[in-house]
T-cell receptor, first 115, second 114 residues
């Protein structure tokens, strides 16, 4: 079955360490997204990519980095510069860029805890 | 500025009750899309419905129905005869054609008790 796989489901890191969250999709979707979810704040866009080797900052990109070397993969690195990294991270994809009304398909998320 | 407001933070109902989740949006664009997503306890968001700004026809899908009213900038979601499996967080979202961003509301947590 096609879908989006995020790994790991739970991740624990010490403050000051960079950590990379994996996101893989086999839906052959062009666009991929990373969202952060905090209690009571809904979802906020971190980065998105419309095509391979291209990506744009979302609303809260500071302290994060991404790469899009393959269509199927869009890993997110949470760097030590991110002041409040503990959150639930959701990866999504859409067959076309979101501006054309394509629904997003989401992974199961990664819950990152930094202590 | 674009914004989506879900004023109801949490709603609790007893099974078989009808429940309406409110969504109010703000945009000056004339062309846009509205969405509803469901987030069960497992965490992933599940797409429920998409509406474009030119289609105000209400939609019914089983126990789910959606009421889109441009005059009040609202896109409300009603669950008829709620079930325990409907317990989840529901998000309303807005997409504009000139951006790739999906603007989410803060979500409404629905708890359906047996």
């Amino acid at each position: 079955d096609g879908g989006i796989t995020q790994s790991p489901k739970y991740l624990f890191r010490k403050e000051g360490q960079n950590v990379t969250l994996s996101c893989e999709q086999n839906l052959n979707h062009d666009a991929m997204y990373w969202y952060r979810q905090d209690p009571g704040q809904g979802l906020r866009l971190i980065y998105y990519s419309q095509i391979v080797n291209d990506f744009q900052k979302g609303d809260i990109a500071e302290g994060y980095s991404v790469s899009r070397e393959k269509k199927e993969s869009f890993p997110l690195t949470v760097t030590s510069a991110q002041k409040n990294p503990t959150a639930f991270y959701l990866c999504a994809s859409s067959i076309r860029p979101g501006g054309l009304g394509s629904p997003l398909h989401f992974g199961n998320g990664t819950r990152l805890t930094v202590t | 500025a674009q914004k989506v407001t879900q004023a109801q933070t949490e709603i609790s109902v007893v099974e078989k009750e009808d429940v309406t989740l409110d969504c109010v949006y703000e945009t000056r664009d004339t062309t846009y899309y509205l969405f509803w997503y469901k987030q069960p306890p497992s965490g992933e968001l599940v797409f429920l419905i998409r509406r474009n700004s030119f289609d105000e026809q209400n939609e019914i899908s089983g126990r789910y129905s959606w009421n889109f009213q441009k005059s009040t900038s609202s896109f409300n979601f009603t669950i008829t005869a709620s079930q325990v499996v409907d317990s989840a967080v529901y998000f309303c979202a807005l997409s504009l054609v000139n951006t790739d961003k999906l603007i989410f509301g803060t979500g409404t947590r629905l708890q359906v008790f047996p």
